[in-house]
């Protein structure tokens, strides 16, 4: 079985840059590949597969499927049998991810813009957040049972300006809804 450390250390996930948009669709179809959802991910996957095979050292012909099931050795593995699915939106580090997990929760989707904070996420859980929600496809988004969304509340909160939905971060409601009504 192929470990998940191994796998982000030949490929390199240590160094990732700015665009990990392909990792992303990678490591969201690696952790959905038992159910229907990692649809939404899987050719964006294969085509970064095939550029990256060669330095897995596989035997035979290259194929997706010789990962899987992969050993998920990071510190917050989800569930091995979960009683429901969510979605994370502006993930930070996973703060919410964590708990959800813990209570039965399997994530399916995970968006997170800050590259220090892809990176923390990263490596708590084997997968990489897709980025800025505004640039998103939000048709790739799957069918989920919880939607937990941490948005940035500054324009609302005494503490910041409270510019309400003048501030462009107050409209990142309006993200969050249309995924929502999807
Ligand atoms: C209140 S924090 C959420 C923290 C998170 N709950 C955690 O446990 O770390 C809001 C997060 O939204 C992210 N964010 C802000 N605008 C975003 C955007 N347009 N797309 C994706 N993430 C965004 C920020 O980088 C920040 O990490």
Known sequence: MVKYSELREKL?????????ENLAYFTHFLYNHENEL???YEIRAKEYFDEVADKLNLVE???IQQLLPLNWDVPFPAPQN????????FAGIGGFRI?????????????????????????NFGEIP????????LNIVPDHGVLCAGFPCQPFSISGKMKGFEDTRG??????????FN
């Open 38 to 40: 990692s649809k939404s």
């Open 61 to 63: 012909e290259p194929n």
């Open 130 to 137: 897709f980025g800025d929600i505004t640039k998103l496809d």
């Open 171 to 180: 409209t990142l409601i309006y993200y969050v809804l249309q995924i929502s």
């Open 12 to 20: 390199g996930f240590e160094n990732m840059n700015g665009s990990a």
């Open 82 to 89: 979960p009683d429901f699915t969510f979605i994370d939106l």
């Open 99 to 123: 708990p959800f997990q813990e209570i039965g929760g399997k994530c399916v989707f995970t968006s997170e813009f800050n590259y220090h904070a892809q990176r923390a996420y990263e490596l």
